[in-house]
């Protein structure tokens, strides 16, 4: 699929110029994915946008989407021949990335967000969109995922005993290696009866886990005027994530990422382009 640099020429603020760049790579990925079988469905506030406004957040400044661990690994392998040179895409193999997940940058410009603002940034830095990994399970694993991060402090239940436990999963995590115990536990909590899918269990911004039959099997909905995937039930999953989510959030709520964006500035990263 044919990147168009050009899209962000007709946005009339700096904000609409990087949501139609992230559109842009959307299409890309979108390409990529319908091509290959890749599963992959619209997340947290790109599908809001996609229910609530028929596109974008007015003021949202990112894009996410998600997909099924097996897709997720076959993607990067694939795209890593497929992106347009346009496209970076980044992980912790093909950059200095501080994130468990993939990004996609666009080459000509610069996007810092509010927790890099006067940091030395070593990785790439061009406006972007998030792909995160969801495995699907037939046990939910919260309690692994708290014991292979070491966040026991996010559970009520397990809050008081943190102190104890999170230094014992850090030793066993230098002991056996996180890669290890990663896989260790998705095969301990999958089975031949999926019944979950749950956020990545190294993702941990999240905990949720959806019913298999809220996401499978995906449907086609609008986004900017073009077709992309989604949840069965994006009601019940945009429920699960935001409550009352057709409610418009007061003004001062409204906050986007970024501390600053450049979309025509390339950033100071050795594959980045000059517009």
């Not at 962000?8 to 700096?14: D, P, V």
């Not at 919260?142 to 014991?147: A, E, P, Q, T």
């Not at 941990?204 to 989604?230: M, Q, R, V």
């Not at 600053?260 to 100071?268: G, R, S, T, V």
Request: glycine share 4%.
């Amino acid at each position: 699929m044919v990147y168009d640099k050009r899209v962000r020429t007709k946005g009339e603020t700096t904000l609409r110029q990087a949501q139609l760049v992230m559109l842009e790579m959307m299409k890309v990925v979108d390409g990529i994915c319908r091509r290959h079988d890749i599963q992959y469905w619209l997340d947290a506030g790109t599908l809001l946008g996609a229910v609530r406004h028929k596109g974008f957040i007015p003021w949202d400044d990112d894009l996410d989407i998600i997909m099924p661990r097996e897709d997720f690994d076959r993607f990067i392998e694939i795209a890593s021949l497929e992106l347009p040179e346009d496209l970076f895409l980044q992980t912790r193999k093909t950059d200095k990335s501080i994130w468990k997940w993939i990004k996609i940058r666009d080459n000509y410009s610069t996007f810092i967000q509010k927790t890099e603002k006067d940091k030395k940034i070593e990785y790439h830095q061009g406006i972007f969109m998030d792909i995160f990994p969801y495995d699907i399970v037939e046990k939910k694993y919260n309690l692994s995922k708290m014991f292979l991060n070491r966040r026991f402090q996010v559970s009520d239940k397990t809050r008081k005993f943190a102190w104890i436990l999170n230094p014992l999963s850090t030793l066993m995590v230098k002991l056996i290696g996180f890669e290890r115990l990663k896989k260790y536990f998705i095969k301990k909590h999958s089975g031949n009866n999926p019944r979950y899918v749950a956020a990545g269990i190294e993702f941990t911004l999240a905990f949720h886990s959806f019913e298999y039959d809220l996401i499978f099997p995906l449907k086609e909905i609008n986004f900017e005027g073009y077709s992309f995937l989604a949840p069965s039930n994006p009601d019940k999953y945009l429920t699960t994530i935001f409550g009352d989510y057709m409610k418009l959030p007061e003004e001062q709520d409204r906050k986007a990422h970024a501390y600053k964006i450049l979309p025509f500035e390339k950033c100071n990263h050795e594959m980045s382009l000059q517009y």
